[in-house]
């Protein structure tokens, strides 16, 4: 049986979707740097205390925290958003295979990446509070 797939659609559609990945984790990447060089500006001379555990804190375990935190423009806060985009990069490009799926008409596609999305989504509400 032949495929009714349009080759040229699939290629846009593989090439939307690898540009999507490849611009998520460089937005990431660049907003960690970010994080991180604020980090070092203002706490890089300081003495680690290894003999000491200290937990994230209590601000940076919900999302509201982390917004307060990049609103403030601490370091960590944007640290995080940071990790954020690189955990939502995968989640945005299952979402736009099921929007590629849905326009070409390919339904057990569909149904398959809705399956991965809700169970991306229950992974990282754990993850994220």
């Known amino acids: 049986m032949a495929s009714s797939r349009d ?9 939307t979707i690898a540009n999507l990945l490849r611009g998520g984790v460089a937005l990431s990447a660049a907003v960690v740097i970010i994080g991180g060089a604020i980090y070092l500006l203002r706490h890089g001379m300081e003495r680690p205390h290894y003999g000491v555990f200290r937990g994230e804190p209590a601000d940076l375990r919900t999302l509201g925290g982390i917004i307060g935190d990049i609103l403030s423009f601490h370091s960590r806060g944007v640290i995080e958003l940071g990790v954020l985009l690189l955990l939502g990069t995968p989640v945005a490009r299952v979402a736009f295979s099921i929007l590629g799926f849905l326009r070409e008409g390919d339904y057990a596609y569909v149904a398959v990446s809705l399956m991965v999305l809700i169970v991306l989504l229950f992974a990282i509400s754990g993850a994220v509070g």
């Open 7 to 15: 080759p040229v659609n699939e290629r846009v559609l593989e090439t």
